[in-house]
């Protein structure tokens, strides 16, 4: 199976600042990578396919890239509704496989 | 508006079964392959199953491979996975998902059910 490690775990943040989350795959899956915000008691929602096309009804102020390995999801300007966890999911394979995630909480 | 809603969770004994529903609406169920993911208490997301739209092509995780089997009622608009076997480490809030796109096997969930709740103890 492919494995997705996300770093980091925990990201403390302002509003306003700019965050970074990174997510590594253990062999290429070329840009068939996606990103979900999950808030406590909610599922998760789509934010990013195709590593850096922004679904519908998602503010522009998240975007993703990378490809074959490395991806990075960025919010340029954290704002509080964007407190939340975070997760990357492979799909090149089969089997979907996800990172662990990162908890972006109020520093 | 797309919806989609579980049912059928609840409290099972270790050895024992359940099958869950996912009933869809707003969207044509029969073209959009559908997956099962759950999620531990306290825990991330994990890949169960999924199941193409015509219902010809089925994937599963390792963990539990012979032991659940997806399927899909087009008719009703309803996904099933049906658990058999359970193990404590089964114990998570199951999810319905639906596929983004239309066509090819790449694809993320752009659609999300609230959950359903699977507690395996004795």
């Known amino acids: 199976d492919i494995q997705m490690t996300q770093s980091p775990s925990t990201l403390s943040a302002s509003v306003g600042d700019r965050v970074t989350i990174t997510c590594r795959a253990s062999?290429?899956?070329?840009?068939?990578l996606a990103w979900y915000q999950q808030k406590p008691g909610k599922a998760p929602n789509l934010l990013i396919y195709?590593?850096?096309s922004l679904e519908g009804g998602v503010p522009s102020r998240f975007s993703g890239s990378g490809s074959g390995t490395e991806f990075t999801l960025t919010i340029s300007s954290l704002q509080p509704d964007d407190f939340a966890t975070y997760y990357c999911?492979?799909?090149?394979?089969?089997?979907?496989?996800f990172g662990q995630g990162t908890k972006v909480e109020i520093k | 508006e797309v919806q989609l809603l579980e049912s059928g969770g609840g409290l099972v004994q270790p050895g024992g079964s359940l099958r869950l529903s996912c009933a869809a609406s707003?969207?044509?169920?029969?073209?959009?392959?559908m997956s099962w993911v759950r999620q531990a208490p306290g825990k991330g997301l994990e890949w169960v199953s999924t199941?193409?739209?015509?219902?010809?092509?089925?994937y599963y995780a390792d963990s539990v491979k012979g032991r659940f089997t997806i399927s899909r009622d087009n008719s009703q608009n309803t996904l099933y996975l049906q658990m058999n076997s359970l193990r404590a480490e089964d114990t998570a809030l199951y999810y319905c998902?639906?596929?983004?796109?239309?066509?090819?096997?790449?694809?993320?969930?752009?659609?999300w059910g609230q959950g359903t709740m699977v507690t395996v103890s004795s």
């Open positions: 707003g969207f044509t169920f029969g073209g959009y392959a």
């Open positions: 195709k590593a850096s």
């Open positions: 199941m193409s739209g015509s219902a010809t092509t089925t």
């Open positions: 999911q492979q799909y090149n394979s089969y089997f979907r496989t």
């Open positions: 998902a639906k596929r983004e796109g239309t066509s090819g096997w790449y694809f993320a969930f752009d659609v």
């Open positions: 062999q290429s899956i070329s840009s068939w």
